[in-house]
């Protein structure tokens, strides 16, 4: 819960119609600010020219303005661009954005399916054929600074948690990807794999879902929005009923043994395999959609085929589909990837097994800005541009 008031930035239009009401402003002025905000990522009141100067001035007085500063962007070899923004207190967090050129079976096309556990795409591709083609831009924004999960394989478990984000922060990062999007470029899929658990934050998690997907404002749809869980059980309920099941889940899930698994994940000591895989059970998941298993391959560590077997038997009669990601190296952990071979050896056993297995290419990796590589510190960018 934050006990501090709620930002501007993060009212929804309701909450907007009702301050505004009780000032006496016409009915049509809530919906006027939430599209300067949302739709037209104006965060300034001095330029949100419709409104009359007053209320622009009542704005400002209440804390109306950019929440986030972008510090540097950090471009890789492939296109990745990863944003260093810093917030009003100081602390820094980071957002990637993912392009990936469109059409079907492309390879660019198949990580970011891979990435944006979008269930879906050649439907909307086939409505699409024709079309000319476009960018589309996956967007993986961060939700805590640091995390108090404290998975050994991940920089931000490492650092530990600083804070939550509000959801103005959370969300305040679209509103800046999408401004910095390129020409050709659209924002398809937002996913919360950045630093930070989203359900251990769960109330600024599921306003900035509002605030993500209301349709006067970013209207991404629910489907393209996926939440990364390393697994907190009771969150995962309150998601599907609040959200009835749209929005798309993925479970950081690692090892398909509670012994592995809690070596590798605390939090499996409080939330053991068993009820974590009914929790995806009673999941309210819409027909045809599936959730995304996330598996890090951790040389030594879970990387094993009899690990693959145990988790085909595991995942029997759950409507997945299984990303493998070999670990990305971090400087404060000795744990790594396994070699090419264990990785298709890993994923052979589940495609066997007839599951979807993708294995995950690491993305952006010359600027650490591969997801969960996410870090407190700005890495040593190879390319270093200003933003403008
Ligand atoms: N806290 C959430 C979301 C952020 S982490 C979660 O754990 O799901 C996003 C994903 O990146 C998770 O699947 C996480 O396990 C993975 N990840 C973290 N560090 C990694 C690393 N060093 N290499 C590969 N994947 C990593
Ligand atoms: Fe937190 Fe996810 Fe990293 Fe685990 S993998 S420490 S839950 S951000």
């Known amino acids: 819960m934050r006990s501090t008031p709620l930002h501007p930035v993060a009212r929804l239009p309701e909450e907007w119609s009702a301050s505004l009401a009780s000032r006496g402003e016409r009915s049509f002025t809530a919906k006027q600010v939430f599209h300067w905000i949302h739709r037209r990522g104006v965060l300034d009141p001095a330029a949100m020219t419709?409104?009359?100067a007053?209320?622009?001035?009542?704005?400002?007085?209440?804390?109306?303005?950019?929440?986030?500063?972008?510090?540097?962007?950090?471009r890789s070899e492939d296109g990745t661009r990863k944003l260093l923004l810093r917030l009003h207190d100081g602390a820094t967090i980071e957002t990637v954005l993912l392009p990936s050129v469109s059409g079907p079976g492309s390879q660019a096309q198949i990580d970011a399916d891979a990435a944006a556990a979008s269930d879906d795409e050649d439907e909307d591709d086939a409505a699409d054929a024709g079309a000319t083609p476009r960018v589309r831009v996956t967007q993986c924004i961060s939700t805590q600074v640091g995390c108090a999960m404290g998975c050994g394989f991940c920089a931000s478990g490492v650092a530990g948690l600083k804070r939550h984000l509000g959801a103005e922060e959370i969300a305040g990062q679209v509103l800046l990807g999408r401004a910095m999007l390129e020409e050709g470029e659209e924002l398809r899929n937002v996913v919360y794999m950045g630093m930070g658990e989203p359900l251990h934050n769960y109330e600024a998690t599921a306003r900035s879902l509002r605030l993500l997907t209301h349709p006067e404002g970013i209207n991404l749809s629910t489907r393209r929005v996926t939440v990364s869980t390393s697994g907190l059980v009771p969150e995962i309920?309150?998601?599907g009923e609040d959200f009835g099941g749209q929005i798309a889940l993925a479970i950081s899930l690692h090892a398909a043994d509670d012994e592995t698994r809690s070596a590798l994940m605390p939090i499996n000591r409080k939330y053991p395999l068993e009820e974590l895989l009914a929790a995806l059970r009673a999941y309210p998941l819409p027909r045809r959609r599936r959730i995304t298993i996330e598996y890090t391959l951790v040389a030594g560590q879970n990387d094993d085929p009899?690990?693959?077997?145990?988790?085909?038997?595991?995942?029997?009669g759950i409507p997945v589909k299984i990303n493998l990601i070999p670990m990305n190296p971090i400087e404060a952990s000795s744990l790594g990837p396994p070699g090419l071979e264990r990785v298709a050896a890993f994923q052979e056993v589940l495609t066997q097994a007839g599951y979807s297995c993708f294995v995950r290419r690491r993305r952006g990796d010359d600027v650490s800005a591969a997801c969960g590589q996410l870090v407190l510190l700005g890495a040593k960018p190879?390319?270093?541009?200003?933003?403008g």
């Open 50 to 52: 419709n409104l009359p």
């Open 306 to 316: 009899a690990e693959a077997r145990r988790l085909a038997k595991l995942l029997r």
């Open 382 to 387: 190879k390319v270093r541009r200003a933003l």
């Open 237 to 239: 309920a309150r998601l």
């Open 54 to 74: 007053r209320l622009r001035e009542h704005l400002a007085a209440e804390g109306l303005g950019e929440v986030l500063t972008p510090e540097r962007v950090h």
